[in-house]
């Protein structure tokens, strides 16, 4: 896992001193290492930082070439299939300088081309690649998006980053601010793809390659993946099994790594089951919880009982109530680089900075949701066949079962806009703005299954999973040079169990029965019976105080004329203030 960074001139060449300042703005994805290359006379530049975890040795290096230098790399991820890879290509005649990952991507493009490449290899990645011969530089992103990359192009040059202060560091870049953000800001609680905040800065989408021309400048875009429509009609049990050694195979590969491996550990499902096929494969597993005095949902108390049971060395950071949360609100502004605010993102930055002081990698649950259906709007889908709720009766005979479905999951997703707009604390201005974007970002995105339950998966792994959980999770973990692996999201098991028909994962009377039925046994009932909740930060109410009100009503919100007036935070959710003080600390920074 690092941070990239490069720059291709169409004028002129690139100013080196620049280029390695803005390489090392992302020092804490990569602290073990750091490499320029410039090529095309000089007007191209990759820079790499490293986070050491395959080959630690120098052989790992970056940016790293093929054996003649016409083909170079910089590249941010794991190859987790790459042992395999190696030996065909060594079978076929290539040389190995290292035992990296990173060098198979150098010979397999050599060797399969690019598509070839890309439809062969599992695992996280973004990468830029040089092509000398053609003249062509790629950017290239995974398919579900797990490790980002933004990019600026103009006339003169184009620059790609993992992460947006890299790019802005360029003082040419002129940080012109896209009000509409701001608008989706309140909506969706991000900024969602492919925008930024800024103009002419974009978030390259998932399973997407964009080839640039060196000598015109000319870009070429394409879709290299997308999740296949079909219908395996398997029984159960049938599905069961496969599902089940394609889990264990996940888990297998993302175990492959030359420093130790621990699990985020929550008292849910995902990381339960993950739990339990890395001890089925002879691991010994360091767990890592979070939890909060005070709280008797405070999930360390589960997870307790499951790291004892399947025999993990539990390990928990507990949270509590006075502890400051301001000056690491200021931390996490300047980190994310644009308005991102979930307030699990504390969450995860506590249980990060936690597991990194003894551990650089740890797998982690996300995406188990996703793949089986497991949030609980899926659940209100299945309630609403039945009848719909209050708010959804008055749209009968006056939208679309798709528009009446959408609202379903965007009532969801956009509670706190909701929140906001009912007690006046918007103003009539921006009020005005939301409603004319209301779930456009939703809109294009649902309805890409005939299938109800597919459909929303779809819509989940497009929207929320991409520009909210992946985005907290990269974000929040590499602050702390921490790598997060994800095994619920290869590519082969998310394929093979949105195949089967969505009777077979999703039971709205058992979620994730999949998972459930692969615990039973080795969890106690009372773990297994839980209700599902998520990663949230249960000392929301502490944003609440009048420090944070005072900074809200007393700066650039107000000039904005983003507020209506002075908010009274007695009135309204920590989940609104965190929002409001998140905002108002952004624009300050920015």
Known sequence: MCGIIGQLNFRGTVDRALFDAMRDTLVHRGPDGYGTEIRHDGRLALGHRRLSILDLSERGHQPMSNEDGTVWITFNGEIYNFGPLREQLLTAGHHFRSTTDTEVLVHGYEEWGLEGLLGRIKGMFAFGLWDERRGKLVLVRDRFG????????????????????????????????????????????????????????????????????????????????????????????????????????????????????????????????????????????DAFSLGFAGSERSEHHP???????????????????????????????????????????????????????????????????????????????????????????????????????????????????????GRGILSPEWLGRLEGRAYDYFDRHYGQSDDAIKSWQRLDIDTFMLDNCLQRADSSSMLHSLEVRVPFLDHELFEFVYSLPSDRYFDPQQPKRMLYDKLSGKLPASVLERGKQGFGFQHRDALKGPAYQDFVNRGELVKLGILAGPVDFGRITGEEAYHLVFLEQWLRIN
């Not at 978030?203 to 964009?210: F, Q, V």
């Not at 009609?233 to 030359?258: G, I, K, N």
């Not at 995860?348 to 936690?354: L, V």
């Open 146 to 285: 797990i490790k980002p990359l933004v990019y600026h192009a103009d006339a003169d040059r184009l620059v790609f980053a993992s992460e947006i202060k890299a790019c802005t560091r360029d003082p040419a870049l002129k940080k012109v601010l896209r009000e509409d953000a701001l608008a989706d800001y309140f909506l969706y609680s991000y900024v969602p793809h492919p925008d930024t905040v800024w103009e002419g800065l974009h978030k390259l989408r998932p399973a997407h390659y964009l080839e640039v021309d060196a000598a015109t400048g000319a870009q070429r875009m394409v879709r290299y993946w997308s999740l296949p429509e079909r219908i395996e009609p398997l029984p159960y049990p049938a599905a069961l099994e496969r599902t089940d050694e394609l889990m264990r195979e996940a888990v297998r590969q993302h175990l492959v790594s030359d420093v130790p491996v621990g699990l985020f550990l929550s008292g849910g499902y995902d990381s339960s089951a993950v739990l339990l096929y890395m001890r089925e494969l002879g691991q010994e597993v």
């Open 303 to 421: 997870a307790a009982t499951i790291a004892g049971a399947l025999g993990a060395e539990h390990h928990v950071r507990l949270l509590h109530y006075e502890d400051e949360v301001f000056p690491l609100i200021e931390r996490l502004v300047r980190h994310y680089d644009e308005p991102f605010a979930v307030s699990s993102q504390l969450t995860y930055h506590y249980i990060a900075e936690y597991a990194a002081r003894t551990h650089k990698v740890v797998l982690g649950g996300d995406g188990g949701d996703e793949l089986l259906a497991g949030y609980h709007w899926y659940a209100q889908l299945n309630d609403w066949r039945a009848g719909p709720r209050s708010y959804l009766r008055a749209l009968r005979g006056q939208a679309s079962l798709r528009e009446q479905r959408l609202e379903v999951y965007a009532r969801e997703q956009t509670g706190v806009y909701h929140y906001l707009r």
